[in-house]
């Protein structure tokens, strides 16, 4: 459950607001600031205006959409106003980038009046290369959306109207497969006959569905000719039927759509229902019936809601973001049902695939296939992109509305490379951390920083808190923040009835190591020794520590009490780096300051078994100042040594070295330069030769890049245990925990 505070917090932390606009071209000297402005703009404005499709090849319009609104219909607000509404605009930009890669303008119309909307929105036709429409009451949003879907000549998108109707008619089509009813002879029900309804209406006639065995249904019942109160969007699907009430139109129904409010469908109506059922319940943020209590209705209905954490979750994520980029990369002068209707079928075909095992492994190696419990595909399925963005090109260049035609192979090949790993992988780890949450105790379980972090580990199911510290005073400091820790475990290590048991099993573990029975009662009552000891005991899976403490300090308690696991020379680390369309492995940049070429060995078999347990399939460079031998020095003989070493315990692995990074990293240096390495693709594990080069680069990505460095994660413990760095923030510890847990139940599975 998001919480207001949360919220308002993420949206003014920093920069206020989640989007800003960047250069893409070079904009630093003098000379290429008079190539981006004056004289040098002046060039590519004479070519477009000689040839006004040149503006594609010389400006950003092409990928440009225009998302606006003037705020009278706000997903649970309503009519707040378009200065209210540009958070959920910039929210709707946020997912058009991530998940298709198109920037966005958002634009807030203060205008209640169609006619200005719409003449507003036609000046502005030469600045876009789309419109998507969001958030405007019906029935003037939808003549909006007429009026400009008739006299623009780039696609316009109502995104209420058909994002949703796009996914419920994908998940459609593939549970009338399973029941194997045509679709030309079912009888559907419509329950809600707005925005959203409207467009669901529109694409099932568009689908197949018959006339006259559509009943659609509003608050006040059947949509009938007899009725004075309905607007001309409506009046289509009005029909002239004794089934005036919606229970007593559901009954012999084969499908019941539902795109109104929350718990407006019972377990009746649907048991009233004909042979194999559909139910499909789009409402949100409540469905007209929850998923589990729809299957409970009878054990043949197959049922979808908009539950994002349930089977069949139909969330308009899957639809706008990729209609948009196939329509854009062939120049469409429109967006038509039938290119809809074409994303539609990509959706319910990519759901009959086998299933990617890097999506399975996201949500803890859940076995999917084709069937009544998956109908659709998961949202961070890669594979979205292509085939939906593709089916959606192909469309319009057969339908006549692409000025572009492409070659369907190489586009899809260069949709494939588009977005890149990046960051959608973090998404994914929490999901595969929901799977199994561990046990995993704080010891500084007092810090503001650290129980703020623990709040959305409970939130999002990622892990279980143990907060070490005295009660009254951890409950203060949550009680001030207004958090939510009710699921959290508090632990005082003075009043603990463990302690003693802790003591003395310490104790055993290093008295002839110099600690004597007194000395190790004292080190338990540092948090520290605390918390190794709970991991140790097996009290908790996990430990997390060195928030406010000096590495070095809390990093020698670990290897006091947890140690190295059994056959491991050292205790090592990684760091997993999301780059802007790329993820890499990083190690050793936190532990070891010199390691031999025996310690760089099998640090290098370390980090490829966390990417692996990561679902990341290893691509090792050992890195050095110099290339293949070229140059004969202690440091670089020590890398090749280690090279050797690594190919030796692990003849199966991908490992390529001594390498520089830019020869790890770039492929046309290899092609060129080295054509015998046996990287084809770049390396996304790097191993560094030395604590100093590894810990400079992580740093000079995470400070003068666009990455985001995650860790360090420690490799090779006996049991899973981690540190902070001075000064994580939220986010930091959040991630860190998220890759720990993932890393930590693979190892407990033995992968």
């Known amino acids: 459950m998001i919480k207001r505070e949360d919220a308002l917090e993420y949206h003014r932390a920093g920069r206020p607001g989640k989007i800003e606009l960047r250069e893409t071209k070079p904009c ?54 378009p200065a209210a509404a540009k958070p959920m605009q910039e929210g709707v930009a946020m997912m058009f980038k991530r998940l298709a890669d198109i920037n966005v303008f958002d ?41 400009l879907r008739r006299s623009l000549k780039i696609p316009v998108f109502h995104e209420n109207l058909y994002s949703t109707a796009v996914v419920a008619v994908a998940a459609l089509i593939n549970a009338l497969d399973l029941v194997e009813k045509g679709v030309a002879e079912i009888r559907v029900v419509l329950c809600g006959a707005g925005t959203v309804g409207i ?139 039938g290119m809809l209707l074409a994303a539609a079928r990509a959706l319910a075909e990519l759901a009959r695939e086998e299933v990617p095992e890097e999506v399975e492994r996201a949500y803890g190696n859940e076995h999917f ?12 399925d890669p594979r979205i992109l292509v085939w939906e963005s593709a089916a959606v090109a192909r469309q319009a260049m057969d339908e006549g509305v692409a000025a572009l035609s492409i070659d369907m192979e190489t586009y899809q090949e260069s949709l ?133 403490a000096h590495y070095v300090d809390t990093l020698r308690t670990i290897i006091e009490v947890i140690g190295p696991a059994p056959g491991i020379r050292r205790i090592a680390s990684h760091h997993l780096v999301l780059l802007p369309k790329d993820v890499v492995v990083l190690a050793d940049c936190a532990v070891n300051i010199d390691p031999g070429a025996e310690d760089l060995a099998e640090i290098a078999l370390l980090a490829a078994r966390m990417s692996r347990s990561l679902g990341l399939e290893p691509r090792l460079a050992m890195l050095s100042f110099a290339n293949f031998g070229s140059v004969d020095h202690p440091f670089a003989q020590k890398v090749r040594r280690a090279t050797e070493i690594a190919r030796q315990r692990s003849p199966e692995l991908l490992i390529e070295g001594e390498m520089q990074l830019l020869t790890a990293r770039d492929s046309s240096v290899r092609n060129e330069y080295f054509p015998f390495a046996a990287l084809e693709k770049n390396a996304n594990v790097l191993i560094f030769p030395d604590l100093q080069s590894g810990n400079l680069t992580m740093h000079s990505l995470q400070c003068m890049g666009e990455a985001i460095a995650i860790g360090p994660v420690l490799m090779g413990t006996r049991l899973p245990a981690h540190l902070l760095q001075y000064g994580a923030t939220v986010e930091e510890i959040v991630n860190l925990t998220t890759i720990a847990v993932v890393e930590a139940a693979a190892l407990r599975r033995g992968e």
């Open 28 to 81: 630093l000297t003098p000379r290429e600031m008079r190539l981006a402005y004056l004289p040098g703009a002046a060039y590519p404005s004479a070519e477009i205006a000689k040839d006004p499709g040149a503006i594609f090849h010389y400006t950003a319009r092409g990928n440009l959409v225009g998302v606006i609104t003037n705020g009278t219909a706000v997903p649970g607000l309503g009519k707040v106003g």
């Open 107 to 147: 634009l807030e119309l203060d205008t209640g009046d169609p006619e200005r909307f719409a003449e507003t929105v036609q000046l502005l036709e030469p600045t876009f290369g789309g419109i998507n429409l969001k958030d405007i009451q019906a029935p003037e949003g939808l003549a909006i959306y007429e009026r």
């Open 199 to 337: 467009g669901c209406a529109r694409l099932l006639l568009r689908l197949g569905v018959q006339r006259e065995n559509l009943l659609v249904y509003d608050v006040k019942g059947l949509l009938h000719p007899g009725r004075q109160d309905l607007f001309d969007e409506q009046r289509e699907f009005a029909r002239a039927h004794p089934a005036r009430e919606l229970h007593e139109g559901v009954k012999g129904a084969d499908v019941l759509m539902g795109a109104s409010a929350g718990g407006v469908f019972n377990l009746e109506m649907i048991r009233s229902m004909s042979r194999f059922p559909v139910v499909l319940a789009l409402a949100t943020p409540e469905p007209e019936i929850a998923y589990e209590d729809a299957r409970s209705a009878r054990q043949d209905v197959i049922v979808a809601t908009s539950e994002g954490l349930q089977p069949n979750a139909i969330t308009d994520l899957l639809s706008f973001p990729y209609i948009f980029r196939g329509a854009l990369d062939v120049q469409a002068t429109g967006i038509t049902e």
């Open 369 to 380: 296939s084709f069937g009544p419990e998956y109908l659709l595909p998961k949202p961070i």
């Open 416 to 548: 494939a490379v588009r977005l890149g790993a990046g960051r959608e992988i973090l998404r994914s780890l929490m999901l595969r951390a929901r799977q199994e949450p561990l046990r995993v105790v704080f010891s500084e379980g007092s810090g503001e920083t650290i129980l703020r972090a623990s709040s959305i580990l409970l939130e999002e199911g990622i892990a279980t808190p143990i907060l070490l510290g005295r009660e009254e005073e951890i409950r203060e400091v949550i009680d001030r923040l207004g958090l939510d820790l009710g699921g959290a475990a508090i632990v005082d290590p003075a009043r603990s009835p463990r302690f003693e048991a802790y003591a003395e099993e310490y104790f055993r573990m290093r008295r002839r190591r110099g600690v004597i029975r007194a000395a190790a009662a004292h080190r338990l009552r540092q948090r520290d020794y605390f918390a190794a000891m709970m991991v140790h005991s097996g009290d908790a899976d996990m430990m997390i520590t060195g928030f406010s």
